[in-house]
T-cell receptor
């Protein structure tokens, strides 16, 4: 149980294009999902907290207009990197908290983004 | 959330117990200790969490000192697949709270 998936697992795009990453909780409903970013040899850094049916809460320094988050259902949150640039190349990881339990975060496998 | 301190790296022989320490001297009374691990190029995997009593599950055991200022994650019979970065995180057990990841301990299991 508590399986979280991400799609795509990796993506290569040209500079200036937008990329959408999906995060799904497969066997539970999640009112809250989190988006993290991880650069090589660094730890995970929280980007934003996504609550179903409401606007995401962004961490300091994360541009909300560049990293669009939509959490339209209890099993799906999406992160769109708009006008991607090479410095946006990173490992993007989501996590979801089961609505029933409400505490433990379960992580997806991550999406590796390379912007050329 | 309170800060944690972990050794940057550790080695352990395959088949032996791996004991990963974590210091959290500023932990508050309502904060839990969580352990996650991240195998290379994967998302973090939840291992275990506890408040003040020792906890055990199918993956590991968590030993928390009586003063709660430190804890130890024990992998009883380490395998090569346990090679990963292990993160010790303290957070309030209240709703869907964010996790603040430190640098963790890079555990290498040697054959």
């Amino acid at each position: 149980g508590a399986v979280v998936s991400q799609h795509p697992s990796w993506v290569i795009c040209k500079s200036g294009t937008s990329v959408k990453i999906e995060c799904r909780s497969l066997d539970f409903q999640a009112t809250t999902m989190f988006w993290y970013r991880q650069f090589p040899k660094q730890s995970l850094m929280l980007m934003a907290t996504s609550n179903e049916g409401s606007k995401a809460t962004y961490e300091q320094g994360v541009e909300k207009d560049k990293f669009l988050i939509n959490h339209a259902s209890l099993t799906l949150s999406t992160l769109t990197v708009t006008s991607a640039h090479p410095e946006d190349s990173s490992f993007y990881i989501c996590s979801a908290v089961p609505a029933v339990e409400g505490e433990t975060q379960y992580f997806g496998p991550g999406t590796r983004l390379l912007v050329l | 959330d309170a800060k944690t301190t972990q050794p940057p790296s550790m080695d352990c022989a395959e088949g032996r117990a791996a004991n990963l320490p974590c210091n959290h001297s500023t932990i508050s009374g309502n904060e839990y200790v969580y352990w996650y691990r991240q195998i290379h190029s994967q998302g973090p995997q939840y291992i275990i969490h506890g408040l003040k009593n020792n906890e055990t599950n199918e993956m590991a055991s968590l030993i928390i000192t009586e003063d709660r200022k430190s804890s130890t994650l024990i992998l009883p019979h380490a395998t090569l697949r346990d090679t990963a970065v292990y993160y010790c995180i303290v957070r309030v057990f209240q709703g869907a709270q964010k996790l603040v990841f430190g640098q963790g301990t890079r555990l290498t299991i040697n054959p």
